[in-house]
């Protein structure tokens, strides 16, 4: 069985006259977490759309878990999780209809089993006979994690998943992340306009090279709890990052010195 979990090989799309993503080149390893780092516009939801097959690229390819996003999207589909920025759900329904709803739609067999499970997994049992109206953004999110795992997807797309979330949402959701890759085997690929997301997980010496064509991916050591600036120490699971940096007039840099650059470290 191959190795790689994504990969892309020049992978565009452009909007009428307007190119969203410029030629991506990037490689995922199975049992990876990859950060996408870029700022706002930079192209990561174009990205992961893609990726997870809604959107058509106009050039270029892109396999995911061994299948080709273009030639084969349900394959792609049936062996993914997606939990997007802004996660869909219905409010009036409850956390186990929610669920049902979407694991029946992913074709998970044994559905209410495999609820219990993942939220006794996400350690969110509970809930499940509230309505979302009531949840706070952070339990609405958790609820989208577990619409994203149920069907138990080898390759997991987060899109900027700690917006919103107060500092022990955040917390939550890195320690969930890195279960979710150590215990279920899961690669995870996650967005992020923040360094200190990326950071979050290494030591690192990755704010050198402020402009970087697409192919600056560079792995990171991860996630170790303090942070050695200036040194990569080896770690058996690897962390790696992309910067979707490009032109400057395009993709406005990722500088450490840029008014824009993210100063939380969460
Ligand atoms: N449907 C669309 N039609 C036209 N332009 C689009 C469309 N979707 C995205 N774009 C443009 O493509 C570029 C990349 O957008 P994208 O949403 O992928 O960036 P991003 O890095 O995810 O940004 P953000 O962090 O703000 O979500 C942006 O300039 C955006 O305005």
Known sequence: MSTTAIATRGLSR???????????????????????LGHNGAGKTTTVTLLTTLLEPTSGTATVAGF?????PRNVRANIG??????????????????RFFGRLSGVINVDHRIAETLDFLE???????????FSKGMRQRVGIAQAILHLPSVL??????????????????????RMNRELGMTVFMNTHL??????????????????????SQRLPGPPP?????????????VKHHRMVDE???????????????????
């Open 248 to 266: 400057p007039d395009r993709h406005s840099c990722l500088q450490p010195s840029s008014p824009g650059w993210p100063d939380n470290r969460t």
């Open 68 to 72: 080709d996003v273009s030639s084969d």
């Open 14 to 36: 452009r909007y009428g006259t307007k190119t969203a993503l410029k030629e991506l080149e990037l490689t995922v390893e199975h049992g990876e977490i990859f950060g996408l």
């Open 157 to 178: 797309f987060l899109d900027e998943p700690t917006s919103g979330l107060d500092p022990q949402g955040v917390k939550t959701l890195r320690e969930t992340i890195v």
């Open 124 to 134: 969110f049992t509970g809930h499940e006979n509230e309505r979302l109206s009531t």
């Open 82 to 99: 997606y939990l997007p920025e802004n996660v869909r759900l219905y409010d009036n329904l409850t956390m186990r209809e929610n669920l």
């Open 195 to 216: 360094l200190s997301e990326v950071t979050a997980w290494a030591t690192n010496d990755e704010k050198r090279g402020h402009r970087h064509s697409l192919r600056d």
């Open 226 to 238: 303090t942070h050695t600036p200036g040194r990569l120490s080896r770690h058996d699971r690897g």
